[in-house]
């Protein structure tokens, strides 16, 4: 059997089985290329992914040694949020290193080796930042570790006495000071200069010049120089170790070990992509060979369906396109030969063409009456749904008679189609009748057009006369012109309709259309004309009834809020008088209390204390007493808003911390006397004895630091007693 004598069912399986197994074969070798492709891409996202996780490590590295090391979590526990998320990537780093390394994909092509050797060196740099870490936790910061130990020494330092001591111990710490922020050996060799001259210098002082110095004494300095000095010596060596600078110590080391493991991830990156591209060009090469394959394979099958489907139902195509636009001998030229569904296609429609031509004769004869009667029940539902629209339009109250008109004939121009209206209604002016134009509509626009027309003049005032409806349809050009509400244009067609109620025109609507208005229309225009005539005689009636109404209730509200006005005028004068005498009195009464309150105050406070200051809860100076500005020339732009310590040279905060702890404070309300430096606007310094107390007002507290200065012979009897109850 011959490829054209199968059925098309039958063409379509050979067809579809035959692509279907070829694109099955080719498919199953483009997968095998695509799942090392995929396998490779994985492996190279994973690459990348190791290497922005090593990205982020060092960033939290940088961001410890920036600051992170300084933190208090860090120098009191050895551990900071930066430590514990750097330990935590590089320990992922570690781990999917050695996961990728055990991938049968990198033994493959040779690369386990390679990431079993990047993973040591991730773990070399995970060592050597731990070393740091705890190097930097030994250094400390501030009050921990070496630096805070270095504080204490610093403290025994200061304690030395005369002038000259004390400008040896202020040198020594600024020489330590240099060091810690620019990192320099020279001032290591300078601060050991200086402490071996002042070990010289107490050495050969002498208790003439210098009472104070004792054997004792002298035995006490110089250890608290050479404690000072060897403790240095250890913070000194701590940041050697760490790296005076980013080219050397443990700094160094750690920037040499990612300068190594960058590159080589790099290089492991681009194995790995010129693999992965290679693997894609085979890949490509064999499905563009598959799709080939299919393509001729489809053409060929293509050219087969043309001639012996195709081509057929074409050609049948076409003869039904002619049997459509009627040529009645197109079935003739139906190839009724052929075995498969086309040829008993071509069969059939013959047959139906035969049956068609009579029944299609019967439908035209009936078709004719049912548009007839369609169009009789369009015309008779167009005029029911304008009736009833019209209806619903009149219930709604109108405002007035403007309202009213301009609602009506722009409903009823756009429910007719026709293009301009105006509405009249009768008036009179002493014995003269008028019909005034109350609204119209044109073109979808409202007009403000002022038009009066008597009885018998024009289209509106001959309907008036008359009382009857005029229609005038097919003005020619060359006619007389109308003159009717509407002006002097010459319109093709003009409906003029009376509005009558009790055998009495009380408006006139006019409509101008350039289309001819149907029976049917004009018909509807008769009808709804009545109604609109009841509804404009009803609001006519209402309208006048509320004016007369309106009038009266006008006049008696007017009289009413004359008399209310008065009375409330009165009344609030006379409250007002009374009000603003007694907040005078009020308002005298408390300003002279509060003057002598303050001025009793601050006389007794005078008296006890020379300088008062003022704090929030923030502990931020409030205010100040005039000592403080007198005495010590500071203004209230100098102290509003700063901290007390810019006086009082000691740590208020920590204090008032402890304020609750204090069993003076808490047995008196007042801390126990402290002694602190105190220093004016201009750097003199002097010595001051203070207490603090807290104020609780509405919820929140505030703060009073109350000091006196001390003359100098009693500072020393202080100092004194102090270092006594210490030793």
């Not at 790995?272 to 693997?279: D, F, V, Y």
Request: overall charge neutral.
């Amino acid at each position: 059997m011959r490829f054209k004598d199968l059925a098309i069912r039958k063409k379509f399986i050979f067809a579809f089985s035959f692509l279907l197994l070829l694109a099955f074969s080719g498919g199953l070798l483009v997968y095998s290329f695509f799942v090392k492709i995929q396998n490779f891409q994985a492996l190279k996202n994973e690459t990348a992914e190791l290497m922005l996780e090593l990205n982020k490590a060092q960033k939290l590295e940088k961001e410890f040694l920036l600051y992170g090391w300084k933190s208090t979590d860090f120098l009191e526990d050895g551990s900071t949020e930066f430590t514990e998320l750097y330990f935590q990537k590089i320990q992922w780093v570690e781990d999917e290193l050695l996961k990728q390394s055990a991938k049968e994909i990198a033994g493959s092509v040779g690369l386990d080796w390679e990431l079993k050797s990047l993973r040591q060196s991730v773990v070399n740099y995970k060592r050597t930042f731990d070393r740091l870490r705890e190097m930097l936790l030994k250094r400390g910061f501030k009050d921990h570790g070496l630096e805070g130990e270095m504080r204490n020494y610093a403290h025994n330092l200061q304690k030395c006495i005369s002038s000259d001591e004390k400008v040896f111990a202020f040198s020594l710490r600024k020489h330590e000071k240099d060091f810690a922020l620019r990192k320099d050996l020279a001032y290591v060799q300078k601060l050991h200069k200086l402490s071996s001259e002042f070990i010289h210098f107490i050495e050969q002082a002498s208790v003439e010049e210098y009472p104070h110095m004792t054997s004792g004494y002298k035995t006490e300095i110089i250890n608290a120089i050479n404690a000072y000095k060897n403790h240095f010596d250890k913070i000194v060596q701590a940041e050697i170790s760490i790296g005076l600078t980013q080219r050397n110590g443990l700094l160094l080391e750690l920037e040499n070990i990612i300068d190594k493991i960058s590159p080589r991830l790099n290089s492991l990156n681009q194995k790995i992509s010129q693999k992965n591209a290679e693997l894609q060009e085979r890949a490509f090469l064999v499905t563009t060979a598959t799709l080939l394959l299919l393509l001729t394979s489809v053409v060929g099958l293509i050219y087969l369906f043309r001639h012996t489907v195709l081509y057929p139902i074409t050609h049948l195509d076409n003869i039904v396109k002619k049997v459509l636009v009627g040529d009645t001998k197109a079935d003739k030229e139906l190839d009724t030969s052929s075995k498969d569904e086309i040829g008993s296609l071509s069969r059939n429609f013959q047959l139906m063409l035969e049956n068609l031509r009579i029944n299609l004769k019967q439908i035209k004869e009936k078709n004719k009456e049912l548009e007839i009667k369609a169009l009789r029940d369009a015309q008779q539902q167009w005029k029911m749904e304008g009736l009833d629209k019209f209806s619903d339009l009149m219930k709604t109250e109108s405002v007035n008679l403007k309202t009213f008109a301009y609602m009506v004939i722009s409903e009823l121009v756009r429910y007719i189609e026709a293009n301009q209206a105006a509405f009249f209604i009768a008036a009179e002016e002493g014995s003269h009748e008028f019909m005034d134009m109350k609204a119209c509509y044109a073109y979808e626009r409202k007009k403000s057009v002022q038009l009066k027309v008597s009885k018998g003049e024009g289209l509106v005032g001959q309907a008036w006369l008359e009382g009857e409806l005029i229609y005038v349809t097919d003005i020619p050009d060359s006619y007389v012109k109308i003159k009717s509400g509407l002006g002097g244009a010459n319109p093709n067609n003009i409906v003029v309709l009376p509005l009558e109620v009790n055998d009495k025109i009380i408006g006139i609507i006019e409509i101008a259309s350039f289309k001819v208005l149907g029976q049917f229309e004009v018909d509807f225009l008769i009808e709804v004309g009545s109604r609109i005539a009841t509804t404009l005689n009803n609001l006519q009636m209402q309208q006048h009834t509320k004016e007369l109404l309106a009038k009266s209730q006008q006049m008696t509200e007017d009289l009413r809020a004359q008399e209310e006005e008065v009375r409330q005028n009165m009344e609030e004068l006379a409250a007002t008088q009374d009000e603003m005498s007694r907040q005078n009195q009020q308002t005298a009464f408390y300003l002279n209390k509060i003057e002598k309150t303050n001025h009793i105050l601050n006389g007794t406070l005078s008296k006890i204390y020379n300088g008062l200051i003022i704090m929030d809860d923030q502990q931020r100076i409030m205010e100040v007493n005039a000592y403080i500005k007198e005495k010590l020339y500071y203004n209230d732009d100098d102290v509003e808003g700063n901290s007390p310590e810019l006086i009082l040279k000691t740590s208020i905060n920590k204090i008032i911390k402890n304020l609750h702890n204090d069993p003076h404070f808490l047995s008196k309300g007042i801390s126990e006397s402290k002694v602190c430096k105190m220093m004016d606007k201009f750097g003199k310094i002097e010595e001051a004895q203070f207490v603090i107390t807290e104020i609780e007002s509405d919820g929140i507290h505030f703060y009073s630091i109350m000091f006196n200065k001390l003359e100098k012979q009693k500072s020393n009897k202080i100092i004194l007693k102090r270092n006594t109850r210490k030793l």
